[in-house]
Protein backbone atom coordinates (compact mmCIF):
# COMPACT_ATOMS: atom_id res chain seq x y z
CA UNK A 1 0.00 0.00 0.00
CA UNK A 2 1.66 3.29 -0.93
CA UNK A 3 -0.79 5.48 0.70
CA UNK A 4 -2.57 7.08 -2.33
CA UNK A 5 -6.27 6.76 -2.27
CA UNK A 6 -9.00 7.02 -4.73
CA UNK A 7 -12.43 7.31 -4.56
CA UNK A 8 -14.69 5.32 -5.86
CA UNK A 9 -13.20 2.38 -7.16
CA UNK A 10 -15.15 1.88 -9.59
CA UNK A 11 -17.82 3.68 -11.46
CA UNK A 12 -20.30 3.17 -13.85
CA UNK A 13 -22.02 6.12 -15.43
CA UNK A 14 -24.33 6.54 -18.94
CA UNK A 15 -23.14 8.60 -21.88
CA UNK A 16 -23.87 12.44 -21.30
CA UNK A 17 -23.20 11.95 -17.61
CA UNK A 18 -20.72 14.15 -15.08
CA UNK A 19 -18.65 12.52 -12.78
CA UNK A 20 -16.12 13.13 -10.30
CA UNK A 21 -12.87 11.21 -8.89
CA UNK A 22 -10.96 12.05 -5.66
CA UNK A 23 -7.55 11.47 -5.23
CA UNK A 24 -5.94 11.75 -1.28
CA UNK A 25 -1.99 11.90 -1.95
CA UNK A 26 0.45 10.54 0.70
CA UNK A 27 0.16 13.47 3.63
CA UNK A 28 4.07 14.86 2.85
CA UNK A 29 3.93 15.15 -1.27
CA UNK A 30 3.53 18.37 -2.61
CA UNK A 31 3.11 17.06 -6.27
CA UNK A 32 0.08 15.11 -7.88
CA UNK A 33 -0.43 13.67 -11.03
CA UNK A 34 -3.29 12.24 -13.01
CA UNK A 35 -2.82 9.92 -15.58
CA UNK A 36 -5.19 7.85 -17.65
CA UNK A 37 -4.83 4.28 -18.83
CA UNK A 38 -6.47 2.17 -21.30
CA UNK A 39 -6.41 -1.32 -21.51
CA UNK A 40 -3.15 -3.15 -22.96
CA UNK A 41 -1.56 0.98 -22.95
CA UNK A 42 0.48 2.52 -20.55
CA UNK A 43 -0.47 5.25 -18.33
CA UNK A 44 -0.66 8.69 -20.51
CA UNK A 45 -0.12 12.11 -18.53
CA UNK A 46 -3.22 14.05 -17.82
CA UNK A 47 -2.37 16.71 -15.25
CA UNK A 48 -0.04 17.90 -12.66
CA UNK A 49 -0.28 19.62 -9.41
CA UNK A 50 2.58 21.56 -7.12
CA UNK A 51 0.51 22.67 -4.31
CA UNK A 52 -2.29 24.13 -5.56
CA UNK A 53 -1.06 24.82 -8.63
CA UNK A 54 -1.89 23.06 -11.79
CA UNK A 55 1.05 23.68 -13.90
CA UNK A 56 0.52 21.75 -16.62
CA UNK A 57 -2.24 20.05 -18.60
CA UNK A 58 -1.87 17.49 -21.31
CA UNK A 59 -3.30 17.95 -25.11
CA UNK A 60 -5.90 15.09 -24.02
CA UNK A 61 -7.18 16.70 -21.29
CA UNK A 62 -10.07 18.34 -23.82
CA UNK A 63 -12.28 21.01 -21.98
CA UNK A 64 -14.94 18.74 -20.68
CA UNK A 65 -12.35 17.64 -17.67
CA UNK A 66 -11.58 19.38 -15.09
CA UNK A 67 -8.98 19.43 -12.07
CA UNK A 68 -8.57 20.83 -8.97
CA UNK A 69 -6.22 21.05 -5.96
CA UNK A 70 -7.78 23.78 -3.57
CA UNK A 71 -5.65 23.24 -0.65
CA UNK A 72 -3.13 21.46 -1.38
CA UNK A 73 -3.48 18.07 -0.41
CA UNK A 74 -6.90 16.37 -1.80
CA UNK A 75 -7.27 16.31 -5.77
CA UNK A 76 -10.88 16.10 -7.71
CA UNK A 77 -10.74 15.02 -11.22
CA UNK A 78 -14.26 16.07 -12.93
CA UNK A 79 -15.81 14.84 -16.39
CA UNK A 80 -18.35 16.92 -18.01
CA UNK A 81 -20.70 15.13 -20.54
CA UNK A 82 -19.05 11.91 -21.00
CA UNK A 83 -18.73 9.92 -23.69
CA UNK A 84 -17.54 6.44 -24.20
CA UNK A 85 -14.04 6.88 -25.58
CA UNK A 86 -13.55 7.90 -21.93
CA UNK A 87 -14.16 4.51 -20.23
CA UNK A 88 -10.73 4.08 -18.78
CA UNK A 89 -8.60 3.66 -15.45
CA UNK A 90 -8.00 7.37 -14.17
CA UNK A 91 -4.60 6.86 -11.89
CA UNK A 92 -3.61 9.46 -9.38
CA UNK A 93 0.17 9.39 -8.59
CA UNK A 94 2.17 12.19 -5.75
CA UNK A 95 5.51 12.55 -4.90
CA UNK A 96 7.90 14.80 -2.77
CA UNK A 97 9.90 17.67 -4.90
CA UNK A 98 12.19 18.79 -2.55
CA UNK A 99 16.46 19.06 -1.93
CA UNK A 100 17.60 15.81 -2.13
CA UNK A 101 14.57 14.36 -3.05
CA UNK A 102 14.14 11.85 -6.18
CA UNK A 103 10.73 12.45 -6.52
CA UNK A 104 9.36 9.41 -7.22
CA UNK A 105 5.97 9.00 -8.55
CA UNK A 106 3.51 6.66 -6.33
CA UNK A 107 0.60 5.43 -7.34
CA UNK A 108 -2.68 5.04 -6.36
CA UNK A 109 -5.56 2.00 -7.03
CA UNK A 110 -7.14 4.15 -9.61
CA UNK A 111 -10.66 4.50 -10.11
CA UNK A 112 -12.33 2.35 -13.51
CA UNK A 113 -14.79 4.28 -15.24
CA UNK A 114 -17.14 2.60 -17.84
CA UNK A 115 -19.74 4.91 -19.82
CA UNK A 116 -22.46 2.90 -21.08
CA UNK B 1 10.39 -17.68 -24.22
CA UNK B 2 8.38 -14.78 -25.52
CA UNK B 3 4.90 -14.50 -27.41
CA UNK B 4 3.47 -11.55 -28.56
CA UNK B 5 -0.04 -11.28 -26.73
CA UNK B 6 -3.11 -9.61 -27.62
CA UNK B 7 -2.08 -5.96 -26.78
CA UNK B 8 1.31 -6.76 -24.83
CA UNK B 9 4.44 -8.49 -25.42
CA UNK B 10 4.62 -11.66 -23.27
CA UNK B 11 7.57 -13.33 -21.16
CA UNK B 12 7.48 -16.64 -20.19
CA UNK B 13 9.69 -17.56 -17.80
CA UNK B 14 10.10 -20.93 -15.13
CA UNK B 15 9.82 -20.38 -11.64
CA UNK B 16 13.23 -19.93 -9.72
CA UNK B 17 14.70 -18.48 -13.30
CA UNK B 18 15.92 -15.57 -13.92
CA UNK B 19 13.84 -12.49 -16.07
CA UNK B 20 14.93 -10.13 -17.99
CA UNK B 21 12.55 -7.42 -19.58
CA UNK B 22 13.72 -4.60 -21.88
CA UNK B 23 12.65 -1.35 -22.53
CA UNK B 24 13.66 1.55 -25.48
CA UNK B 25 13.22 4.69 -24.22
CA UNK B 26 12.48 7.38 -26.52
CA UNK B 27 13.53 10.75 -25.79
CA UNK B 28 17.77 11.39 -25.34
CA UNK B 29 17.23 14.22 -22.80
CA UNK B 30 15.47 12.34 -20.32
CA UNK B 31 17.10 11.93 -16.93
CA UNK B 32 15.22 9.53 -15.40
CA UNK B 33 14.04 6.45 -15.34
CA UNK B 34 11.62 3.89 -12.96
CA UNK B 35 10.62 0.16 -13.51
CA UNK B 36 6.84 -0.05 -12.07
CA UNK B 37 4.85 -3.47 -11.47
CA UNK B 38 1.09 -3.46 -12.65
CA UNK B 39 -0.84 -6.38 -11.51
CA UNK B 40 -4.23 -6.94 -12.99
CA UNK B 41 -6.98 -4.52 -11.26
CA UNK B 42 -4.13 -2.48 -9.48
CA UNK B 43 -1.79 0.83 -9.97
CA UNK B 44 1.64 0.66 -11.02
CA UNK B 45 3.61 -0.37 -7.86
CA UNK B 46 7.16 1.36 -8.37
CA UNK B 47 10.31 -1.04 -7.77
CA UNK B 48 13.63 0.72 -8.67
CA UNK B 49 14.49 3.82 -10.48
CA UNK B 50 17.92 4.99 -11.78
CA UNK B 51 19.00 8.17 -13.01
CA UNK B 52 20.76 8.93 -16.16
CA UNK B 53 24.28 9.38 -14.50
CA UNK B 54 24.46 5.53 -13.84
CA UNK B 55 24.29 2.74 -15.56
CA UNK B 56 23.56 0.17 -13.56
CA UNK B 57 21.54 0.21 -9.71
CA UNK B 58 20.80 -3.11 -7.53
CA UNK B 59 17.97 -3.29 -5.26
CA UNK B 60 16.30 -6.66 -3.74
CA UNK B 61 16.66 -8.87 -6.39
CA UNK B 62 16.05 -7.07 -8.99
CA UNK B 63 18.58 -5.04 -11.25
CA UNK B 64 18.30 -1.81 -13.87
CA UNK B 65 20.49 -1.69 -16.25
CA UNK B 66 20.40 1.88 -18.42
CA UNK B 67 22.45 2.01 -21.78
CA UNK B 68 22.16 5.61 -23.09
CA UNK B 69 24.02 4.95 -26.46
CA UNK B 70 21.05 3.18 -27.45
CA UNK B 71 18.22 4.62 -25.41
CA UNK B 72 17.87 1.05 -23.69
CA UNK B 73 16.82 0.23 -20.40
CA UNK B 74 16.24 -3.43 -18.88
CA UNK B 75 15.01 -4.99 -15.75
CA UNK B 76 16.65 -8.18 -14.45
CA UNK B 77 14.90 -9.98 -11.53
CA UNK B 78 16.66 -12.74 -9.75
CA UNK B 79 15.15 -15.58 -9.21
CA UNK B 80 11.52 -15.15 -10.59
CA UNK B 81 8.66 -16.20 -8.09
CA UNK B 82 4.67 -16.79 -8.92
CA UNK B 83 4.14 -13.52 -7.18
CA UNK B 84 6.15 -11.55 -9.69
CA UNK B 85 3.70 -12.37 -12.54
CA UNK B 86 2.24 -8.52 -13.79
CA UNK B 87 2.73 -6.47 -16.73
CA UNK B 88 5.64 -4.35 -16.10
CA UNK B 89 6.45 -0.73 -17.62
CA UNK B 90 9.53 1.63 -17.78
CA UNK B 91 8.78 5.12 -17.42
CA UNK B 92 11.03 8.23 -18.27
CA UNK B 93 10.97 11.76 -17.50
CA UNK B 94 13.10 14.85 -17.95
CA UNK B 95 13.78 16.26 -14.98
CA UNK B 96 12.90 15.71 -11.09
CA UNK B 97 8.85 16.65 -10.74
CA UNK B 98 8.20 16.08 -14.61
CA UNK B 99 5.59 13.86 -15.88
CA UNK B 100 6.42 10.66 -16.98
CA UNK B 101 6.23 8.68 -20.06
CA UNK B 102 5.35 5.46 -19.69
CA UNK B 103 6.79 2.50 -22.92
CA UNK B 104 4.19 -0.51 -23.95
CA UNK B 105 4.70 -2.85 -21.31
CA UNK B 106 5.95 -6.63 -21.05
CA UNK B 107 3.82 -9.29 -19.30
CA UNK B 108 5.33 -11.46 -17.18
CA UNK B 109 4.35 -15.05 -16.98
CA UNK B 110 6.17 -17.42 -14.46
CA UNK B 111 5.50 -20.85 -14.86
CA UNK B 112 5.31 -23.15 -11.63
Known amino acids: DTGVSQDPRHKITKRGQNVTFRCDPI?????LYWYRQTLGQGPEFLTY????????KSRLLSDRFSAERPKGSFSTLEIQRTEQGDSAMYLCASSFGGAGSTDTQYFGPGTRLTVL | GESVGLHLPTLSVQEGDNSIINCAYS??????FIWYKQESGKGPQFIID?????DKRQGQRVTVLLNKTVKHLSLQIAATQPGDSAVYFC???????????FGTGTRLAVRP
Open chain 2, 50 to 54: IRSNM
Open chain 2, 27 to 32: NSASDY
Open chain 2, 91 to 101: AENLSSGDKLT
Open chain 1, 27 to 31: SEHNR
Open chain 1, 49 to 56: FQNEAQLE
